[in-house]
């Protein structure tokens, strides 16, 4: 190693041990504070109608254990979960119109600016989500997340 190349070292450990201690002071905050709001009937009903048959027609598959997903986007870029790393690729958001609709209702509610939205699917009160953060690299922190749940009724649980 040359002495320009350790020292090239040198300035990247203390650049990783900047952007560790950085990431461990937002997962203390993140522990320590509430960022979740469960907001019910967001629309309309005949709006939910339209909403419920757009998912319906999305063909999610049979899975009892776990719930399925389909993530539509504006854009082409995958949503990856950080900590098990199955790729959903994007679906067309705008395939959807009664989704965009209901997403840019929410939106003006909500002075947010989502292009996005992952759809679950629980097909049995049984059917569950592993415990996740949503800190997946490629998710915008300053604005919110949007989820459209549908299927089985079930209780859901937010940890802090």
């Given at each position: 190693l040359t002495s320009a190349s350790l020292e090239d070292l040198k300035k990247l450990?203390?650049?990783l041990k900047r952007l560790a201690n950085s990431t461990e002071k937002e997962l203390q905050y993140r522990k320590?504070?509430?960022?979740v709001d469960y907001i019910p009937n967001c629309f309309n009903l005949t709006e939910k109608d339209l909403v419920l048959g757009?998912?319906?027609?999305?063909?999610f598959g049979k899975c009892d254990s776990k719930a399925s997903s389909k993530w539509l986007s504006s854009t082409e870029e995958p949503y990856i979960f950080t900590d098990s790393n199955p790729v959903h690729k994007a679906v067309d958001i705008k395939k959807f119109p009664a989704i965009c609709r209901a997403m840019a209702s929410f939106n003006k509610r909500f002075n947010t600016n989502?292009?996005?939205?992952?759809?679950?699917?629980?097909t049995m009160s049984t059917t569950t989500t592993r415990l996740h953060a949503d800190d997946e690299l490629n998710l915008d922190q300053s604005q919110s997340i949007c989820?459209?749940?549908i299927g089985s009724s079930r209780v859901i649980k937010f940890l802090t």
């Open positions: 450990s203390k650049d320590s504070t509430d960022l757009e998912c319906e027609s999305m063909n989502n292009d996005s939205c992952l759809v679950l699917k629980y989820n459209l749940t």
